[in-house]
């Protein structure tokens, strides 16, 4: 794996750096912007006094004030709407909705508003705001707390859409996100919350702090976004992931026993395309990994991206390990949540299915 | 299980659904309206608890009466210039709506809406508020911009898309966006303004700022969460905003009671959310004035937001693409209880010896020469399809910066 320290060690303007999990990154991320820019808010549902159920928000308010850290009423799109006048103002509001799967009440707000105020304003007003949400499976939340609704905002002109895979990434974008002048969605893999995850659900998770990428700098750094990470190098076979997918992804390779390299996209739009089609020239195979349903699911449009740009070097079809075209079950999650073993059988395939 | 031991029902149920008092070929009816007369509704202190003043909700504020005498508490003693230049913009709105409703019928435009009948709301509280307050407009605010001034050849430009569109050719014709003259990007989806225009005070309260936000909605949007999620917001962060409602009895085609007009008045919605709540007569310039004065001393001493349901009529089709006399009685608005808002304010100045006719039709001229001077300025850079932005420009705007894809997507284009 790639050395992950050196880097931000030199890039950090705080003190030092500690093992973090990815809770505490994003609540670093968020303290360190609100102490650097006053037009820097935060609130959500419970994310104000309690600090958020998943405590991503804790101690904000009793650090830096009861206007600049509040609870709001359950209204994902009273929030994200009140975020929008907001930015229109001219502040940076970071919202939280609870979990994804309530992020659909927000939706118009989001995809007719928030996405597209700059354009149809002519540049006028715009809509700078950060729209924080825990995504994915892996918790038994069954299927209105386990939801990867990505692709239904990269669709969306106008948005981006951010989702880091380890604490140290977290904390890079979400700062990059809240310094954006374009709403940011920025979805947050609770299965990866408190320690990482080593794809398979039967072992014992390993804490964060023994990982990397855990350590994190207690000051500012920021992360572009639009800028893919290669998380494993390898010449026979290139898999896209992002999120959770990521150590799913790696663990696939390493069960398969394939020389994969592992791309962990951190961000969906903008895409870093470069970075994906250099891998899949250099492999000439490609496996796509994410929770979400597989029917117009983000792996669809890498799909094409792939056999429109890297056609004449695919030595076989490009893969895709998705969850299923079902709502998201709760006794049968460990069927759903593409595991190691179908990345595994995937690598195994498109490295025998080839030309 | 034993069936005689169980209860039945003893009637079939029937479904509600309501209707208006006439449709096509019947006599306009308004019998059931409960108008108070102008001066009646009491003015309580701007610092008053919203409890103490439910009674608002179910009235109606009226300050010029049938003769045009500015009656009652609520009369804001204007000084003559200030309702003339009142007057002179509700002309104004009106010529120009009467121009750009040709224009469409020319081909020049895709589509236009006019405000005829509720020139008084729009125009009252534009000239009300600074330009620094943000208003979050509808599509019938056309009346904000004009009586702060905003030039009508660049109103024009947006409406034929031409080369010197303000925004580019990329909104329906009348989706104006005037930052400067604190009026918010219009948005199709209906109901989306309101809560934003409570975060946009929120911030300002956030920041310590001096200045209130201002948002319309229509009587059939306030079926929309949006209204309802407004509504929580304004009273949970004692937000500085005026929140109207402009009840123009008429949302396209459906009548104010699909949207809940029928069973309370839209202006008794706020009640239950602790807020202090207006009902108005839209077509009496004076009384929105002096609602909106007290509302906008409610927000600007932080004492938060007040709901306003503006009373009028919709006279002119929901749109271009609209034909009211297929689903209302045809002269309904003739006979509209509550007169026209621009002969009203004329009758009143007349009253107090402000005004003649002389000047009346001067200004009518006026008005129409000004319009036809910026139609001839605006048609010089093109109607629809005859001059537009550059293709480019379609590609710009849609992120800070432009990525990749968006790049190359303009290089496909050839542009």
């Given at each position: 794996m790639v050395d992950q320290n050196a880097a931000p060690a030199s890039e950090a303007t705080g003190a030092g750096i500690q093992p973090m999990n990815m809770i505490q990154a994003l609540n670093s991320a968020i303290d360190v912007k609100m102490a650097e820019d006053p037009d820097v808010l935060s609130f959500g549902e419970d994310a104000g006094y309690f600090g958020g159920v998943f405590r991503v928000t804790d101690k904000l308010q009793q650090k830096h004030g009861l206007t600049r850290s509040f609870d709001a009423p359950i209204s994902e799109c009273g929030i994200v709407a009140a975020a929008i006048g907001m930015g229109a103002y001219g502040l940076r509001p970071v919202v939280e909705i609870q979990f994804a799967d309530y992020i659909y009440p927000a939706y118009d707000q989001i995809v007719s508003e928030a996405a597209k105020m700059r354009y149809r304003s002519g540049g006028q007003f715009t809509s700078p705001i950060t729209i924080r949400s825990p995504y994915g499976g892996g918790i038994f939340g069954g299927q209105t707390h386990s939801q990867s609704p990505e692709s239904l905002f990269t669709h969306i002109a106008g948005l981006k859409v951010v989702i880091p895979s380890n604490p140290y990434d977290a904390k890079g974008l979400l700062t990059a996100a809240i310094e954006d002048d374009d709403p940011v969605v920025f979805f947050e893999p609770k299965r990866l919350y408190n320690g990482p995850f080593d794809g398979w659900h039967e072992k014992p998770v390993s804490p964060w702090k023994t990982q990397d990428l855990a350590q994190v700098p207690t000051g500012k750094y920021v992360e572009p976004i639009g800028k893919a990470r290669v998380m494993r190098e390898g010449n026979d076979v290139t898999i896209l992931a992002y999120g959770t997918m990521v150590w799913v992804a790696l663990a696939g390779a390493e069960h398969a026993g394939v020389d994969a390299e592992v791309i962990d996209l951190r961000s969906l739009v903008p895409l870093d395309i470069e970075t994906i089609e250099a891998s899949v020239k250099k492999t000439g195979r490609c496996v796509i990994v994410h929770e979400a349903p597989k029917t117009s699911g983000f792996g669809g449009e890498l799909s094409a991206l792939v056999q429109e740009r890297c056609f004449y070097h695919l030595e076989a079809p490009v893969a895709r390990v998705t969850g299923w075209d079902?709502?998201?079950p709760h006794a049968f999650e460990w069927e759903y949540f593409p595991g190691p073993q179908r990345v595994a059988d995937a690598l195994k395939s498109v490295m025998t299915g080839g030309r | 299980m034993n069936d005689k031991n169980m209860k039945k029902n003893s009637q079939p149920l029937s479904l509600h659904v309501p209707e208006p008092a006439g449709r096509p070929g019947d006599a306009p009816d308004f019998g059931h309206l409960v108008l108070d007369a102008a001066g009646a509704v009491e003015r309580p202190e701007v610092g008053a608890k919203p409890y103490e003043m439910r009674d608002l909700a179910f009235g109606l504020i009226r300050v010029l009466d049938d003769a045009g005498e500015a009656v009652g508490p609520?009369?804001?003693?204007?000084d003559p210039e200030t309702l003339r230049r009142g007057l002179k913009a509700m002309i104004l709105t009106r010529a120009f709506d009467d121009r750009m409703h040709r224009a469409h019928r020319q081909g020049k435009t895709s589509f236009y809406m006019k405000c005829t009948g509720e020139e008084a709301i729009a125009v009252a509280q534009g000239m009300l508020l600074s330009r620094e307050d943000m208003g979050f407009p509808?599509?019938?605010?056309?009346g904000l911009l004009i009586a702060r001034g905003y030039p009508l050849v660049d109103m024009m430009n947006q409406i034929y898309s031409n080369a010197a569109d303000p925004i580019k050719g990329r909104q329906l014709p009348i989706m104006y966006s005037a930052k400067d003259h604190g009026f918010f990007t219009i948005s199709g989806n209906l109901g989306t303004q309101v809560p934003q225009a409570v975060g946009w005070a929120m911030a300002s309260a956030y920041k310590g700022d001096d200045k209130i936000a201002i948002s319309w909605i229509g009587d059939g949007a306030t079926a929309e969460g949006d209204f309802h999620n407004a509504l929580t917001f304004a009273s949970v962060y004692r937000a500085p905003v005026i929140l109207n409602v402009v009840n123009n009895q008429w949302a396209i085609s459906s009548f104010m009671g699909i949207a809940g007009g029928l069973e309370t008045t839209f202006a008794s919605k706020a009640i239950g959310y602790g807020l202090p709540a207006l009902r108005v007569d839209g077509n009496d310039f004076l009384a929105v004035w002096a609602a909106t004065q007290w509302a906008e001393e409610r927000a600007r001493s932080n004492q938060g937001a007040t709901v306003i349901e503006l009373f009028t009529y919709r006279g002119a089709p929901h749109s271009t693409s609209d034909d009211p006399s297929r689903y209302r009685p045809g002269d309904e608005h003739d006979k509209w209880p509550l007169g026209d808002p621009i002969e009203r304010l004329r009758q009143h100045l007349v009253l107090i010896g402000e005004w003649d006719d002389d000047r009346h039709a001067e200004a009518l001229k006026a008005a129409v020469e000004q319009v036809r001077a910026a139609g001839k300025e605006a048609e010089a850079i093109g109607t629809l399809g005859q001059s537009r932005p550059s293709v480019k420009t379609m590609f710009e705007e849609v992120y800070a910066t432009e990525d990749w894809r968006l790049v190359e997507q303009r290089r496909e284009v050839g542009v």
């Open positions: 079902t709502p998201y | 609520w009369n804001p003693r204007l509808t599509y019938r605010q056309q």
